[in-house]
């Protein structure tokens, strides 16, 4: 019996152990996002194991936990700052959507979910079975944009290369990614937490934009 107990109580040392070293990385990995501008959470991930000298694949925060991280380091170091941040990106994607409105545009990422800050480009799913459709429209609107692609998961099995478009507007930057028009149906999946990317048509953000603007109501 005592064996037993004492295999038992290593085993939850260990757990323990391994617990403290996941939050220790995955804040450290929110501190570097947060500060660095990193939006990669497998290089904050990285950069931070090396920062600590923690190696063991058991110690790796999950990418969400991270992000919870980055919340609570936002509010606890950036507070007003980093809400005025978000507040100006998200109106300035509704003028976005409002211009790509042809295309059946959604918000996406950090400026939606609120964890943008200063580094954070405006990120939108635009939707089009014409490849040439959107280089034609920021083309004819004036808007010199660079071409990138982006390889995103449309669900457990099936990946896509999507093109993409770089362009600045109002000062900040802008990540738009075309998807065929049956990626309206469902979105694709989250680097978070694998599971549909929260997306924002127009009339949504509105509704974000007027909560934020209402009395009382908590910083996102």
Do not use: C
Request: aromatic content about 4%; charged content about 35%; glycine content about 4%.
């Amino acid at each position: 019996m005592p064996d037993s107990r004492q295999h038992v109580h290593a085993h939850q040392h260990a757990q323990a152990r391994t617990r403290e070293r996941r939050q220790r990385l995955a804040h450290e990995a929110a501190r570097l996002m947060a500060e660095g501008g990193i939006r990669d959470f497998q290089l904050a991930k990285r950069k931070a194991a090396q920062r600590l000298g923690i190696h063991d694949d058991a110690s790796l925060p999950r990418n969400r936990e991270i992000e919870e991280a980055l919340r609570e380091y936002q509010r606890l170091f950036l507070g007003d700052r980093q809400v005025a941040e978000v507040r100006r990106r998200r109106e300035a994607a509704l003028r976005a959507l409002e211009f790509f409105a042809a295309f059946e545009p959604r918000l996406v990422g950090p400026v939606l979910d609120g964890t943008a800050d200063a580094h954070s480009p405006v990120a939108l799913h635009l939707h089009s079975d014409d490849p040439d459709a959107v280089p034609r429209w920021l083309d004819e609107h004036g808007i010199p944009a660079q071409a990138r692609s982006r390889r995103l998961r449309l669900d457990r099995t099936r990946e896509l290369d999507a093109p993409g478009w770089l362009f600045g507007a109002e000062d900040l930057a802008f990540d738009a990614t075309v998807l065929p028009l049956d990626g309206l149906r469902q979105a694709p999946l989250s680097s978070i937490d694998e599971k549909p990317m929260r997306r924002a048509s127009a009339a949504q953000l509105r509704t974000l934009l007027a909560e934020d603007e209402a009395p009382g109501e908590a910083a996102r």
